[in-house]
Each structure stands twice: as C-alpha cells, then as structure tokens.
C-alpha cells in the first residue's frame, strides 16, 4: 500500500494527483478527515469538488473505500452522491464504507460553531463541520458509527448521544434550531444504507494479499496533524503517513512509498502561525494566480514563499520517498521569489521547527531568479526553465526526496511526471 498525502496546511492539490495516479491502483482509500477537505479534479471542461469521497471515483477501473479514520456527514455524503449521480452514476457501483466510520451528527455541528464562538479572538479557524467534537466523542467512546445504522436500536443510540449534546450546549449563550437539520440529517442515513458498508481492515487486507495495489489518500495536511501539527491551530485527526494506519487498519510494514505533496509557495486557511506569510503585492500575486480560495468553504488562503524548515520536517516525520510539487506556474511571472531556510528565533537561528510555532518566529530567506516563460504547454521535464528546475534540485538536495511528479496547472493532463 501506497500513501499520499499533504506536506504543508492542506490545499496542496492531492486530489488532482489522486485522479492522475488512479489508473495505476485498484483501490483509492481516504484514511481521515472529513467534510473539511475539499478535493478538486479537474480533466477538460469538467470540474468537481469532492469532500468525503476518494478522488478516484472517476477512473472505471478503481474501486474506492472511505476508511474507518474518516468521520462522514451524511448530509453533505447525500449531496455528494445526488452530483455524481448526475454526472457518472455508474461510478457509485465502486465505492465502499468503513462500517467503523463515525458519524456527524447536527448537534456535533452547532457544538462545533457555539464553542468557536465562545471562544472569541482565540478561534482556531474551524470550518464549523463539526469534526472536532465528533472525534471527541469518538475518542471519548461516546460516537455512532455507520454500523450502528443497521441496529434494531440505531434510534435510541442516536437520541441519547444527541441528548448529551443538548446537555452540554447548555453551558453556552448560543441560539439553535435543529429540526431542519436533523430531517435531511436521516434523508443522509437513508443513503449510506443503499451502498455496501462493509468491514474496511478486512477488505483492504485481503486486496493487499491478492497483490492489488491500495493508495491511502490523505486529506488536509501534515502541519494540522493533532500530534505534529502548529497545535492548537490543527486538526482532529492524524493527517501524518502513520495515521494511514490506524485509519485503513493496515500494519506499519504493508506500507510502500509515501508520496509527499507540496505547492513551490505555501498558503494557510483559518487562523494559526505562518512565518512566510505575505501582506504585500507578491502575496496578491500569488493569491490570484493560484485561484486561492478554498474549495469547502470559499475563503481566501493566507499565501507565503515556501518554508523549507517545516517542509524539512513535514518530510522526516513521514517517511516521504517521493516529493509531488503543484502549483510551480503560478510562481512564472516573479521576477524573484524567495524561500525561507532557517528561523530566527530569540535572535538564534535554527533550520528546525521550534516547539513553539507561533508569530515570533522570523524567517530567514535566500533569493531565487524567477522566469516569464508560459508553462502551460510544457509536457517534459526538459523543456522547464532552468531557473525552476534550479529550484526542484534546491529542494531535491535539502529534503533529500526527489521530486517524482511537477504539476503545472489544475487539469489532470497538466502534469510532468519524471522517471
């Protein structure tokens, strides 16, 4: 088994690389996350946003599992499933649910929204999913999981977890209406039972012996991992190659490559520490050339030069093997661009990620000479401009990972893929 996954704070491009990489897998598996990731593929004139679904649901030939790992809002599953209906019904034959999924319910959401606001100008940046409070009380052994569906009781579960969040809400000054949410709420379960809900350890392991071959896809990235993220501005989940894992139910030695994706500039959504942030005409530049808005919830991306410190780090504590950079077009037009290679840090300098990551933190840069050239047609390795292979050999030597895949655009037959 393959892993993919994010090397930065999400939105790198994992789900454009899913869908290019698909056809070389039997089975796509996303290991985490939920309804916050928001994964784009885009191929000729079609465009889709997915959100729970692995990214190779489009290929005819792959099958695609949603992991124990994963928590699933029925509602948005429902308005997922309803759009590929539209567009590719047949698609939906070939995907399967972790029986061990976790459930969002409508109070996880307005607990998720009432507790952001509570907490005024500390917010995290919450995409008010409620991710948070459904993996509180999965780890406080409190969840409903898609099993649970198929249960003569499911109701009675449902109705006392439910109160216990009424209970809880109590404590909060925050008004809210659930009935409209709880009806399309059950409109959801009715369509997670119409699809095969199956024991997702089991099923990968045994494709793993049948020698087909599995690629876990990860969701937002390593620097929101709950452990080794720029905590508490992170996730709930474990976003690291490890969490491939526990998340699929796959042994640690099943894993083979551990492909790392990075944009060649870094962007942030939400609140939370970003050395390299921009607030001048280069940040707009690299805002509007990279569409930078996100795909779930519409809102501007934070953008910066590329910070090698956490890329360094992001790439030691997973395993990276092969490095896949995105978005390297958007930087055509810079005269020069800059990369952060050290912090300085109570006026020390360091090239490791300090224990606290916070807005202290002042990067160190080193220049870099931009090109002009339209990379829009360029389909060989060769044919880069030099400054910019320049640049992937800077990276390749400090990470000590090689840059397999450069993606110049978001349109899957954008991509350069070198042997």
């Not at 593929?41 to 005819?60: A, M, T, W």
């Not at 994963?70 to 034959?93: G, H, M, T």
């Not at 649910?97 to 307005?110: C, G, M, N, Y």
Request: aromatic letters at 10%; charged letters at 25%; one cysteine or more.
């Amino acid at each position: 088994m393959d892993v993919l996954l994010g090397l930065q704070w999400g939105d790198e491009g994992k789900g454009k690389i899913v869908d290019v990489l698909s056809p070389k897998y039997d089975i796509i598996s996303r290991f985490q996350g939920g309804p916050n990731a928001g994964h784009s593929l885009e191929f000729g004139d079609f465009k889709h946003v997915l959100h729970s679904i692995p990214s190779g649901i489009f290929r005819d030939n792959t099958l695609n599992l949603i992991g124990n790992g994963v928590v699933l809002d029925p509602v948005i599953f429902k308005n997922e499933i309803d759009k590929i209906k539209k567009i590719k019904p047949e698609a939906l034959n070939r995907l399967y649910l972790s029986k061990k999924v976790h459930l969002i319910l409508p109070t996880h959401k307005v607990l998720d929204a009432a507790s952001e606001a509570a907490k005024g100008k500390t917010k995290i940046g919450s995409t008010l999913k409620g991710i948070g409070p459904t993996y509180m009380d999965k780890t406080g052994r409190n969840g409903l999981r898609i099993g649970d569906i198929f249960e003569d009781d499911f109701i009675e579960r449902y109705n006392f977890l439910k109160n216990k969040h009424l209970h809880i809400l109590k404590q909060y000054d925050f008004s809210f209406d659930i009935k409209e949410q709880e009806q399309e709420w059950f409109e959801g379960i009715k369509s997670i039972k119409q699809f095969k809900a199956i024991d997702g350890a089991y099923f990968v392991n045994d494709a793993l012996k049948e020698g087909k071959k599995v690629l876990a896809e990860g969701a937002q990235g390593t620097l929101l991992d709950i452990e080794f993220g720029t905590y508490p501005f992170v996730t709930s989940s474990n976003t690291v190659s490890a969490g491939a894992s526990t998340g699929l139910g796959v042994a640690p030695n099943k894993i083979g490559e551990v492909i790392g994706i990075f944009k060649a500039y870094t962007t942030r959504v939400g609140s939370g520490p970003f050395p390299t942030e921009l607030f001048d005409e280069d940040g707009k530049y690299l805002q509007n050339q990279g569409h930078e808005f996100g795909a779930t919830t519409g809102r501007e991306r934070r953008c910066g030069w590329l910070d090698l410190p956490a890329l360094k780090y992001a790439v030691m504590i997973n395993g990276i093997t092969k490095l896949i950079m995105t978005k390297a077009d958007v930087l055509s037009g810079l005269k020069n661009f800059k990369v952060a290679v050290a912090y300085k840090v109570k006026g020390k300098e360091t090239s490791k990620v300090p224990y606290e990551f916070n807005e202290h933190l002042k990067p160190v840069y080193i220049d870099f000479e931009g090109w002009n050239e339209d990379l829009a047609n360029v389909k060989t390795y060769d044919k880069l401009p030099a400054q910019l292979k320049n640049y992937i050999e800077f990276i390749e030597k400090e990470t000590g990972a090689p840059v397999w895949i450069v993606s110049l655009g978001p349109d899957r037959e954008a991509t350069i893929i070198r042997d």
